[in-house]
Every structure is written in structure tokens, then in C-alpha cells.
């Protein structure tokens, strides 16, 4: 079989060099009009543009990376909506442990008064508040347990007024839906 070199010119106006075989040529010969398509779908070095699939490819392509970023954001908008609730949070604990502090530094009360038993059923002192007055929200609790030296975050078991030791560990502990707890803890001694 014989080559026959043929240059066609496209629809874009490039020249296009073929090299066909009288198989070919005559299966394009008996169809005219296939010619045409088949010279739209040659592509050359100097041809412009993108396919269909090209264009298809890259959107996917694009639109995952989109997914990730997005969910970057979203994560980061959850995370830092709340920073007025955050404050409030802290606010109350903060106000309650200011009271426990004051009642350690008040003579009339002083050790003693924190570190009893009835520290959360007494009505006078650190009750749970839920929720906390003026604050629908919120609900905040106060854990007092006694504290060796050597041990300050694990509970000794000794009952109150921690005599033997002179320390407690207090916790203020508030909590809201949006989010989560927030806790304030410190040490309180009988020195």
C-alpha cells in the first residue's frame, strides 16, 4: 500500500500535513463529510483552547480542592463564633472564684469556711447554679477536696477541714452548649 501525503487546511485556517493510505483515502472518499470532523479533531502544536474533558478534568479537580479550603474556614468560623460567650464564661468563673478568695482573706470566715463539708449544699456558700442568675446559659458548680504538698491535683481522701495537710484545691467549673466547660482552678492554704 502506498502513502499519500495530503495537507489540509482547517476550519481555523492551520495547515494540516496527513499521511493516509489508499485504505484511507478511499473510506474518506466515500464519506465526505467525515473529513471534516476528523480534521476538527486533529490537534496541532499551534492549536488554542481546551476539550470538553480538559475543561471537565479541571473542574473536578477545582472543586475538590474547593471542598478543602471551605471546610478550612468553616472549622475556623465554629471555632471563633463564640468569643462573646467564651468571655462570659470566664467572666463567671472568675466572679466565683473572686468570692472564694474573698472569703479565704475575710477573718470572720477565713480556711475554715472554704474548706468544710458543706461547701456546695450550704445556701450561704459555693451551691451549683443552674443556671447562674441573670445568665440562662450558663451553669456553674464549685469542687473543693483536700490536697497534699506533694500531690496538688489528686485528692487525698481526707476529710474536711483538711487539717493535716492545709491545702485545697478549688475548681469553678462553668458550663454552655455553644461551648463546652470552662474551668478555673487554684490553691488555697490554711498558712
Do not use: H
Request: with cysteine; net charge positive.
Amino acid at each position: 500500500m502506498r502513502n499519500s501525503d495530503f495537507r489540509i487546511i482547517t476550519p481555523n485556517f492551520e495547515l494540516v500535513r496527513l499521511k493516509l493510505t489508499a485504505s484511507t483515502l478511499r473510506s474518506i472518499v466515500n464519506r465526505p463529510n467525515d473529513i471534516m470532523s476528523q480534521s476538527r479533531m486533529i490537534r496541532t502544536p499551534n492549536s488554542k483552547g481546551f476539550t470538553l474533558i480538559e475543561t471537565i478534568i479541571t473542574l473536578v479537580v477545582l472543586s475538590i480542592a474547593a471542598v478543602g479550603v471551605l471546610s478550612v474556614f468553616t472549622t475556623g468560623i465554629k471555632g471563633s463564633a463564640n468569643p462573646l460567650i467564651l468571655n462570659q464564661a470566664i467572666s463567671l468563673a472568675q466572679e466565683k472564684m473572686d468570692i472564694i478568695i474573698g472569703d479565704r482573706q475575710n477573718p470572720a470566715r477565713g480556711y475554715a469556711w472554704i474548706a468544710a463539708a458543706d461547701y456546695n449544699t450550704n445556701p450561704l456558700k459555693y451551691m451549683p447554679e443552674n443556671p447562674v442568675p441573670g445568665f440562662a446559659n450558663f451553669n456553674r458548680s464549685v469542687t473543693i477536696f483536700c490536697v497534699d504538698a506533694g500531690t496538688l491535683n489528686t485528692n487525698n481522701g481526707q476529710p474536711f477541714p483538711c487539717v493535716s495537710s492545709g491545702y485545697v484545691r478549688i475548681t469553678v467549673a462553668v458550663a454552655n452548649a455553644l461551648i463546652g466547660n470552662v474551668t478555673l482552678d487554684t490553691l488555697v492554704t490554711n498558712y
